[in-house]
């Protein structure tokens, strides 16, 4: 059964700050893994959703990358923003590889002016 | 295009009581999908519809049910409501049932039950 796990829960840094968000999986025999954002009372906004064939995906400031092999994930923000304030969710296909996402728990980032 | 709607925005129910989420999509997707999401458990999968006249349960559907009204549509109904289920609802769509497809969530609905 896939677990996604992302740490840490909560992240506070300066404005201009790179940062990497962490995302973990169990089942390594996946296809994709998306990233999400959700401000606070909001819905969720894709960001990116990595192939396993691609290994990164970029859009604007944000990087994202996908390892297999050791069932890591990383989202990478470039130059951060306070307007980047949110938090981010990782998904990956339940282990059938459908529309069934797991979704982790979660990463609060605040990005401080 | 408006996208994912749902209503209502915010409810509150007595125990016992019953109602209806309501979720529509305008992006003529194939797949609907409705997740809840309560603090320390992330979103988790009630309910999905593949396509238009099936559906299917996921992770938590204890207490809830699922009609796919047409292609746009997908309702879900809570008989009689728990505190459990005090929870934000989620609505999303895709346009395939497949792992390559992104979902497109709606803004959600704030139930509370007491």
């Known amino acids: 059964k896939q677990e996604v796990t992302q740490i840490p829960a909560a992240l506070s840094v300066p404005e201009g700050e790179n940062l990497v968000l962490n995302c973990s999986f169990t089942?390594?025999?996946?296809?994709?893994l998306q990233w999400f954002r959700q401000d606070p009372g909001k819905g969720l906004t894709s960001l990116l959703l990595?192939?396993?064939?691609?290994r990164e995906q970029t859009s604007g400031r944000l990087n994202a990358s996908l390892d297999k092999s050791s069932g890591r994930s990383t989202l990478y923000i470039a130059a951060s923003q306070p307007g980047d304030s949110a938090t981010y969710l990782c998904?990956?296909?339940?282990?059938?590889?459908?529309?069934?996402?797991?979704f982790g728990q979660g990463t609060t980032l605040q990005v401080k002016p | 295009n408006a996208g994912v709607t749902q209503t209502p925005k915010f409810q509150v129910l007595k125990t016992g009581q019953s109602m209806t989420l309501q979720c529509a999509q305008d992006?003529?997707?194939?797949?609907m999908y409705w997740y809840r999401q309560d603090p320390g458990m992330g979103l988790r999968l009630i309910y999905y519809s593949a396509s238009e006249g099936t559906t299917d349960k996921g992770e938590v559907p204890n207490g809830y049910n699922v009609s796919r009204l047409n292609k746009r549509e997908f309702s879900l109904r809570l008989e009689s409501a728990a505190p459990s289920q005090t929870s934000v609802y989620f609505c999303a769509s895709s346009d395939r049932w497949d792992y390559t497809d992104t979902q497109y969530f709606g803004p959600g609905t704030r139930l509370t039950v007491l």
């Open positions: 992006m003529n997707h194939n797949s």
């Open positions: 089942d390594s025999a996946i296809y994709n």
């Open positions: 990595i192939q396993s064939s691609q």
């Open positions: 998904a990956a296909p339940g282990s059938s590889n459908t529309g069934k996402l797991i």
